[in-house]
């Protein structure tokens, strides 16, 4: 049995233009490294519109992963929204538009994780709490995750994610650890895929 319960916060290749994304990353390899129960790729958003969006959805769903993509920017949501996504990672940046981008989100019923949200300055009090926050195995122990996320604890559900870009990513050793010395407990969004992979 994985220790990891869920891990929806995963690039591959299809994230042509991020330099931190090696050859090696594919769907294929990420599926044969079992590292989670629950997975999810979220490639950025800006490299899966047009024609290769299909290719990167049945890629994903051959696979039994859930789909999911990354937005950048509040412009962004109301093209990405248009798209057969299960759920939404969105930066969100202490900017109005970025706050109003999370509202619209939501209102879609899909599941919208904040990423990184301490990396990327946001105002929690701003964040709509139908939202998840993530607790990012990357960037987590690069600020005062204490001072940070303890006032909210109690005003929003949380997840973990590798957002691994490399396979030796794939882990949420020190999220969890975090996560722990807030107190927080993992939300799971989404049911353990059939062990035929079909959803």
Known sequence: MNTILQDLHIHTVYSVGDSAVVPQMTIDFIASLEHADIRGISDHFEYLQGEIFET??????????????????????????????????????????????AEFLVSTGKPVIISHPMAMGANLAR??????????????????????????????????????????????????????????EESILFPKPTPAGTR
Request: hydrophobic letters at 30%; one cysteine or more.
């Open 127 to 184: 964040v709509p709490r139908e939202c998840f926050i993530e607790i990012n195995n990357r960037y987590i122990w690069r600020g005062d995750y204490m001072n940070y996320f303890s006032p909210w604890t109690g005003e929003f559900n949380f997840v973990f994610g590798s957002d691994a870009h490399q396979p030796n990513w794939l882990n949420q050793t020190i999220a969890r650890k975090a996560a722990g010395d807030l107190g927080i």
């Open 56 to 101: 990167y959805r049945h890629d994903v769903r051959a696979h039994g992963f859930y789909l999911g993509c990354e937005i950048n920017t509040g412009e962004e949501t109301r093209e990405a929204v248009e798209y057969p996504y299960d759920y939404f990672i969105y930066h969100c940046r202490d900017r109005e538009s970025e706050y109003r981008g």
